[in-house]
């Protein structure tokens, strides 16, 4: 079995910050709660094509980590922080972005509309402003 390789950090960064200008954008709109006229049918959030594009990007380069034990770590003073401060968040390190953004992807799987929840919030815009910001300097070090 062979293990698929992570991309380089400031490819990584790149394909996150690519995301940014989206989700900043006044008129930008993650997904919608799906309803029906059958009353068997369960209500679901139907993500929109830019937040679905955003989760694929996530797992095909590396953000969402396998074999992280992000159930028991969601719950610490760090992910606390990281998920209710927006200057924590502001100094994470790409690390801590993976933990959060494990923590938030996976977590939809489990709670429906959380992700929406999160970006509501800002949590995610402040991730992928995060992310270019690390970018950046990554960028300029190699100058």
């Not at 390789?5 to 709109?29: G, I, K």
């Not at 969601?74 to 209710?84: I, T």
């Not at 402040?126 to 300029?140: C, F, P, T, Y």
Request: glycine share 6%.
């Amino acid at each position: 079995m062979t293990r698929r390789q992570t991309p380089a950090l400031v490819d990584r960064l790149h394909a996150l910050a690519f995301f940014a200008p989206q989700f900043e954008a006044v008129d930008f709109q993650f997904g919608a709660w799906a309803h029906s006229d059958d009353p068997h049918e369960v209500t679901y959030y139907e993500v929109g094509l830019t937040g679905v594009a955003m989760v694929d990007t996530c797992y095909s380069m590396g953000w969402v980590i396998e074999g992280f034990d992000w159930p028991a770590w969601k719950d610490s003073d760090e992910a606390v922080r990281l998920r209710d401060d927006a200057q924590t968040v502001a100094t994470a390190t790409a690390d801590q972005l993976a933990c959060v953004l494990t923590v938030v992807i996976r977590q939809e799987r489990f709670v429906e509309g959380s992700l929406a929840g999160h970006v509501e919030s800002g949590l995610i815009t402040n991730i992928l402003r995060r992310a270019a910001a690390l970018e950046a300097d990554l960028i300029s070090l190699s100058r």
